[in-house]
């Protein structure tokens, strides 16, 4: 906002400088400034209130002038504090309904024994190989995690230039920590399953030694000197770190500092968002697996635009300890992979609590690879109101409900509580706008790329109008949500519904599971289903999604990458 427009809203009193008294929206110092100077009035609040839709009596208006006078105060004592994007509210959102039980009683994980494969000429077959086949190269020494880091990195290298799904190649952390992989191996110290698996992270998660850039033009240069408790996680486990991939800017879409991320199916196209580096470079190849993140969408959006296998856990499974903050209520962070199974892997090597990300809740999981080609005995709701509407993937989403049921499992009509989603968003929009406060309040989020209506520096700013009142309404909200959701999947292990419409609004502020998959082509891209499980309940989620991925030849399809 210009300093023009502002002397224009505080010469004519209008609504929105009302608002800029009531709901302390202040876009910079100078504002705050002159709005301090301005005695508030009934006429200030009487035209307020025509805004937020309530409506106060003169005497009402009145009696609250002192006490507006006094948060006014307040609000601009807090803003000196200049709270970081990493110190989270004092209060934590809980997905559990009353007396929840979870569903996984014990801790258990085994997976399946690798396909023997043999090494190509050339090392092609690498590319676009499972965890499960790359840790048996290994193990059995057929490769060792130096030669399969600097394959992998060389072929980020080579397709970065075009797919722009890489913001840094770390490759002098990950040499080193090859080498040391590849000495432990030989020494007998196997450390498991991913010891010497390369891997990709999302540019919102903090790392010793690089810049985390967020993907944003604001904090490009920014380095933060920790690892994210992920990151620590997974090379603790032995997986080698190669590369920070992009990220729609501050987690919207797939525009960031460095232009579009694209998809490897066609170039001409934005791989989506927010987690787009991430999905593209797993899907062409350049990456076994990559941590993204969801808010609302960002690893189902990607993973559906670029044909990998992404699993979004319950809310609290996973610490966001390092993580950039989005909505502290709503961040979940989790792996994108090419199967159910190797979703599984890395989860059980990320998730429970660390002691760091209060929020965390510590659950059993579960999870034995399916030796079974069935269904039969697995209930799985189906949002019948949703597969009956004409959408884009509404013709492969039929063929996988067919599936299903000759697979043996139990269909069952299913509809999601009726509430109004959409608006309860505003939860989202009040603690992003909280995240990211400072840009609004210094107008640096004129530096942001995107700047139309539906863009981050235009939400960031409305969310200042965001009573306090109305975000605690929407909560409450969530938790009838929780309630009534919960009720309603009882009897059932799964629900699997379209991956876009209600139910991706309604799951992520629930905080449920879900694993999205690719369940067919249409012009010539992939599409996707939901398998949505219990809160809690990853380990039958990813089960049944890799029964039906073992049932069908979509996870192996790949681009042709003849660009």
């Known amino acids: 906002m210009s300093n023009q427009w502002n002397i224009k809203l505080i010469n004519k009193r209008n609504s929105i400088i009302c608002l800029l008294c009531l709901l302390s929206f202040f876009s910079g110092g100078f504002i705050v400034k002159q709005v301090d100077e301005e005695k508030i009035t009934i006429a200030m609040v009487k035209e307020a209130q025509k805004i937020i839709g309530i409506d106060f009596s003169n005497a009402e208006a009145d009696s609250m002038l002192e006490n507006l006078e006094g948060r006014r105060k307040n609000y601009a004592e807090l803003r000196k504090l200049r709270i970081p994007n990493s110190v ?3 209060l934590n959102f809980n997905p559990l309904p009353v007396a929840y039980q979870y569903p996984d009683k014990e801790n258990n994980f085994k997976i399946s024994k690798a396909t023997v494969i043999k090494l190509l000429p050339g090392k092609e077959n690498l590319a676009f190989c499972t965890i499960v086949q790359l840790a048996e190269l290994i193990r059995t020494k057929q490769i060792s995690s130096v030669e ?4 992998f990195i060389e072929r980020l290298k080579k397709y970065n230039p075009i797919l722009l799904n890489t913001i840094i190649i770390t490759e002098e952390r990950a040499m080193k920590q090859a080498r ?8 007998g110290k196997y450390r498991g399953i991913l010891h010497g698996i390369p891997f990709g992270v999302k540019d919102l998660l903090a790392t010793k030694d690089y810049k985390t850039t967020w993907g944003s033009v604001a904090y490009k240069d920014q380095t933060i000197n920790m690892d994210a408790t992920v990151i620590t996680r997974l090379e603790k486990a032995g997986a080698v770190m190669i590369a920070k991939m992009t990220l729609g800017e501050l987690a919207m879409g797939d525009v960031w500092f460095g232009g579009k991320t694209k998809n490897p199916w066609n170039i001409v196209r934005g791989s989506s968002g927010s987690s787009a580096g991430s999905a593209s470079a797993v899907a062409a190849g350049c990456l076994p697996f990559a941590i993204g993140s ?6 189902v959006s990607p993973s559906t635009e670029c044909g990998t296998t992404g699993l979004r856990p319950t809310f609290g499974r996973i610490s966001k300890h390092g993580a950039m903050a989005l909505s502290w209520s709503m961040d979940k962070l989790g792996p994108i992979t090419r199967s159910a199974e190797d979703c599984a892997i890395v989860f059980n090597t990320i998730q429970g609590a660390d002691g760091y990300d209060l929020s965390v809740i510590s659950a059993p999981f579960s999870y034995i690879s399916p ?30 409900l067919k599936k299903l049921i000759q697979m043996g499992a139990e269909m069952i009509p299913f509809e999601l509580p009726v509430l109004p989603y959409n608006d309860m968003l505003v939860v989202l929009s009040a603690e992003a706008g909280a995240a990211f406060q400072e840009l609004a309040l210094t107008n640096r989020d004129d530096l942001l790329v995107n700047q139309n209506k539906s863009a981050w520096p235009n939400s960031f700013r409305t969310s200042q109008f965001i009573p306090a009142v109305e975000y605690i309404q929407a909560n409450r909200a969530r938790r009838m949500l929780i309630e009534q959701l ?10 699997i519904a379209p991956s876009f419409g209600q139910n991706l609004r309604a799951t992520n502020l629930s905080g449920h599971p879900c694993v999205v998959l690719p369940n067919g082509f249409r012009n010539g891209l992939p599409g996707s289903i939901t398998f949505t499980g219990q809160l809690f309940g990853e380990g039958k989620l990813l089960k049944v999604a890799q029964i039906y991925q073992n049932a069908t030849d979509f996870d192996d399809k790949h681009p042709a990458m003849n660009f």
């Open 148 to 151: 399969l880091t600097q394959y």
């Open 88 to 90: 989270s509210p004092s």
């Open 294 to 299: 969801e808010t609302l969408g960002s690893i």
């Open 371 to 400: 030796s079974e080609e069935n269904l039969r005995g697995i209930r799985i709701g189906y949002i019948k109101s949703e597969f009956d509407r004409k959408y884009a993937n509404s013709a492969n989403d039929s063929i996988t």
């Open 180 to 187: 040391q992989a590849d000495s432990e191996i030989a020494a």
């Open 486 to 495: 919960n009720q309603k999947m009882k009897g059932i292990d799964v629900f």
